[in-house]
């Protein structure tokens, strides 16, 4: 089993950078990503990182806006989010799964998640 603990998480406005991180401990997975839900709507899927490759792939929507890393030393999993728009608001989860996957059934073990609210 895996315990994933996010934080970061909070209010910024429009255009502004967040910065997302998420400490992993106990088993070691392949694959990690980061998910998030707004109120009303299904789980997605934001953006994804392969150890040891570290091969990265991201949602349509954040391409190019948000950047998926992962430090090993720190077995951490951060996600640096710039140009936040409105639409970026949600709870983020960070999820650590066995096979690279968009999928949120795939997710094996799930982070509490941290809210991120983008507003003018």
């Known amino acids: 089993q895996v315990q994933l603990v996010e934080s970061g998480g909070g209010l910024v406005q429009i255009g502004g950078s967040l910065r997302l991180s998420c400490v992993a401990s106990?088993?070691?997975?392949?694959?990690y990503a980061w998910f998030r839900q707004a109120p009303g709507k299904e789980r997605e899927f934001v953006a994804g990182?392969?150890?040891?490759?570290?091969?990265?792939y991201y949602a349509n929507s954040v391409e190019g806006r948000f950047t998926i890393s992962r430090d090993n030393a720190k077995n951490t999993i951060s996600l640096q989010m710039n140009s936040l728009r409105s639409e970026d608001t949600a709870v983020y989860f960070c999820?650590?799964?066995?096979?690279?996957?968009?999928?949120?059934?795939?997710?094996?073990?799930w982070g509490q998640g941290t809210q991120v609210t983008v507003s003018s």
């Open positions: 999820a650590a799964s066995p096979r690279p996957s968009r999928r949120a059934d795939v997710v094996e073990s």
């Open positions: 106990g088993r070691t997975f392949s694959s």
């Open positions: 990182i392969v150890w040891p490759l570290m091969h990265t």
